[in-house]
């Protein structure tokens, strides 16, 4: 069984590295006091620093992207800490990377009691990251082996995407991290639903964590909704609706915990004794002869 505490991050002005090492240090702290040994936090959470510029600069969308690349460092090393000092897991959300090409990417780490356990970038970007931003994809799926299980980390419009999950899943990852940041109830119920379809097709676990809350001082990170949740396959010994766990409010007013237990050995049982085998019978789809297109 493990335990696992998926944030809904509230995007709070934090206006000196002091003030945000003391805030990030306490949210995780309050987690792992819980007994939990995953956190997660959303994509774009380490945007946050964008709040210890100047006014002009955090107002302004590139250059609060080029302004906190130089916090960089000190974040990952501050990471790695409480994921040692904590004895925990920590996938901290994502950030705007600015790689050796010129580009940036939208890079989510993961953390454990070990270190630095490496990164997964985003692959498909929306149409802001692209036409605003111009934040360019990654490449490539990472898989994460750690005491807990094996793990990915697909980042929010990644989970809409049914082959990336599928990939995963062939490389036997069981639990998918899903950090997501969405301005609408729309958008986030896009990734809820990818989340949970993903979690169907593959009989796996998608544990999800959005950003919350209004920022009017940061251009990127102005409006935030969502819910955080654990979702699995609905099926025998499983919660009917998939759902293990979901925040009960859809934009709290402070950055919140969500808490869950999950039991991996239980999500593969469902693949070896569920009602039905949409893992095993994936390829099924890719017939021809099913795909053919009758005539009337």
């Not at 809350?213 to 609905?234: H, M, Q, T």
């Not at 009917?240 to 934009?251: K, N, P, Q, R, T």
């Not at 039905?276 to 009337?296: G, H, I, M, N, Y």
């Amino acid at each position: 069984m493990i335990s696992l505490a998926a944030c809904q991050y509230h995007i709070d002005l934090l206006t000196s590295w002091e003030a945000y090492a003391a805030h990030l240090s306490a949210l995780c702290e309050e987690a792992a006091g819980q007994g939990a040994r995953l956190l997660l936090l959303p994509e774009y959470a380490g945007l946050v620093l964008s709040g210890q510029l100047p006014e002009e600069q955090r107002g302004d969308l590139q250059a609060s992207i080029a302004g906190i690349q130089p916090l960089l460092p000190r974040w990952l090393e501050l990471c790695e800490d409480l994921a040692q000092r904590l004895n925990v897991y920590l996938q901290p959300g994502s950030l705007p990377v600015l790689d050796a090409d010129g580009r940036y990417r939208n890079r989510a780490w993961l953390f454990g009691p070990e270190g630095n356990l490496g990164s997964q970038d985003k692959l498909i970007m929306t149409r802001f990251e692209l036409e605003q931003w111009d934040i360019a994809a990654g490449q490539g799926l990472r898989v994460f082996d750690t005491e807990l299980g094996r793990l990915g980390i697909l980042i929010c419009y990644d989970n809409e995407f049914p082959l990336l999950a599928r990939r995963l899943a062939e490389a036997g990852v069981d639990l998918i991290l899903a950090p997501s940041c969405t301005d609408t109830e729309a958008g986030f119920h896009r990734v809820r639903v990818g989340a949970q379809a993903r979690a169907l097709e593959n009989q796996i676990a998608v544990l999800q964590a959005p950003t919350v809350g209004l920022a009017p001082w940061s251009p990127a990170l102005d409006e935030n909704i969502g819910r955080a949740a654990l979702y699995v396959p609905p099926d025998r010994g499983m919660p009917s609706s998939g759902v293990i766990a979901e925040s009960a409010e859809l934009c709290p007013s402070e950055s919140r915990w969500l808490y869950a237990e999950l039991d991996l050995a239980e999500v593969r049982r469902v693949r070896e004794q569920g009602q039905v085998f949409t893992r095993r019978d994936w390829p099924l789809q890719f017939d021809e002869a099913r795909l053919a297109l009758r005539q009337s």
